[in-house]
């Protein structure tokens, strides 16, 4: 994961460090915390969050700060059932299981 400093994501969007902060006051996005470091830092995460959010505020119809919040907690709430269902085990008794193995269908009479 590599970190990037307030600055160097200023310059790479072409917004002022205050968007990038007042995004942050409001919730939009969240630098990482490093104890050695003393500026901003931001993860791979946070940039693709602020690409969205730039992207959302130039569409045609301009989408709110508290729609974009709302919209990120909707797609985090999909993530996180998302992975919460592929690392849940498919859960088969066994009887169910040898069931399903050796079920027959008996041919429908005509």
């Not at 946070?46 to 690409?51: K, S």
């Not at 849940?88 to 399903?100: E, I, K, T, V, Y």
Request: proline letters at 5%; glycine letters at 4%; charged letters at 25%.
């Amino acid at each position: 994961m590599e970190l990037q400093t307030i600055s160097q994501i200023s310059k790479l969007f072409g917004i002022p460090t205050r968007t990038l902060r007042y995004y942050e006051q409001i919730g939009l996005i969240q630098p990482t915390k490093k104890e050695d470091f003393a500026y901003r830092a931001y993860d791979n995460a946070a940039v693709q969050r602020l690409q969205q959010i730039l992207v959302l505020r130039h569409l045609r119809g301009r989408f709110r700060f508290r729609q974009i919040r709302q919209l990120q907690l909707f797609v985090e709430r999909i993530r996180l059932q998302a992975s919460h269902r592929a690392i849940q085990p498919a859960r088969f008794s066994h009887g169910a299981r040898d069931g399903l193995q050796r079920k027959r269908y008996a041919p429908v009479p005509s």
